[in-house]
C-alpha cells in the first residue's frame, strides 16, 4: 500500500525566509502533485511532476521530484503572507486515477 | 476560465437517509474523481470514472456509493443509506488526462445527523 509522509506538518516562518517541505512516498511512482488549500476552501493545483529529476517554479515556490529517492520538494523563497495556506503532496502510483494523499503541511507566515 | 461547480454546496441529511452530490466538471475533460476530507484530515481519493465506468476505487468507497454520469455533463456521486461518518467535505475533481492536472470543485459539506 502506498504511505505518503510529509513534514513538518507545521511550519511558522518569518516573512522574508526561505523554507522546504518534504513529501516522501513509499512505492515506485512518476506522478507527484502539489496542492495548496486555503482554510474553508477547495484545492488549488501548484505543480505536476512526471518525470525523475522534474522541476518546476511558480513565483516564490519551487517543486522537484527524485523519483530514485521517493521524494518531492516544495521549496518557498522569500516568504510573504499570502503563501500561508496548507499545502499537500499526492502520488499516482496507478493507471487509474488513484492518488494518495500526504497529511498536508498548514504553512504560516509571519511578518 | 472553465470551472469544476458542485452543487449543494450544503447537504444536511439524517442517518440512513440516500443524498446525491452533483458536479458539472470541465466539458472537454474526460477523467472524472470523488475525493472526501473530513474536517481538518487529509484529502482521501474516493473513485475515479473514465469512459463512463468506474476506473478505481478506493476501500472507503463501499457498497453504499455509486457514481453516475447521467448524461454528457452531470457527474453524480450516490450515498445510499448514510451513516455519521460520512460527515465531511467532498470534492469533485477532473482532468483532460490522466496524469494531467486535477481541477477541483469547491466541494459540498455534507454534515450527517
Known amino acids: 500500500e502506498l504511505k505518503v509522509e510529509q513534514n513538518p506538518l507545521f511550519l511558522s516562518m518569518q516573512e522574508g525566509k526561505n523554507y522546504t517541505i518534504y513529501c516522501n512516498y513509499s512505492t515506485t511512482s512518476d506522478r507527484l502533485y502539489w496542492y495548496r488549500q486555503d482554510p474553508g476552501k477547495s484545492l488549488e493545483s501548484l505543480f505536476v511532476l512526471l518525470s525523475n529529476g522534474a522541476v518546476k517554479q511558480e513565483g516564490r515556490l519551487m517543486a522537484s521530484l527524485d523519483t530514485k529517492a521517493r521524494l518531492s520538494t516544495l521549496h518557498i523563497t522569500a516568504a510573504v503572507h499570502d503563501l500561508s495556506a496548507t499545502y499537500f503532496c499526492a502520488v499516482k502510483n496507478t493507471n487509474a486515477g488513484k492518488s494518495t494523499f500526504g497529511d498536508g503541511t498548514t504553512l504560516t507566515v509571519k511578518p | ?113
Open chain 2, 1 to 113: 476560465e472553465p470551472e469544476v461547480t458542485q452543487t449543494p454546496s450544503h447537504q444536511v441529511t439524517q442517518m440512513g437517509q440516500e443524498v446525491i452530490l452533483r458536479c458539472v466538471p470541465i466539458s472537454n475533460h474526460l477523467y472524472f474523481y470523488w475525493y472526501r476530507q473530513i474536517l481538518g484530515q487529509k484529502v482521501e481519493f474516493l473513485v475515479s470514472f473514465y469512459n463512463n465506468e468506474i476506473s478505481e476505487k478506493s476501500e472507503i468507497f463501499d457498497d453504499q456509493f455509486s457514481v453516475e454520469r447521467p448524461d454528457g455533463s452531470n457527474f453524480t456521486l450516490k450515498i445510499r443509506s448514510t451513516k455519521l461518518e460520512d460527515s465531511a467535505m467532498y470534492f469533485c475533481a477532473s482532468s483532460e488526462s490522466l496524469p494531467d492536472t486535477q481541477y477541483f470543485g469547491p466541494g459540498t459539506r455534507l454534515t450527517v445527523l
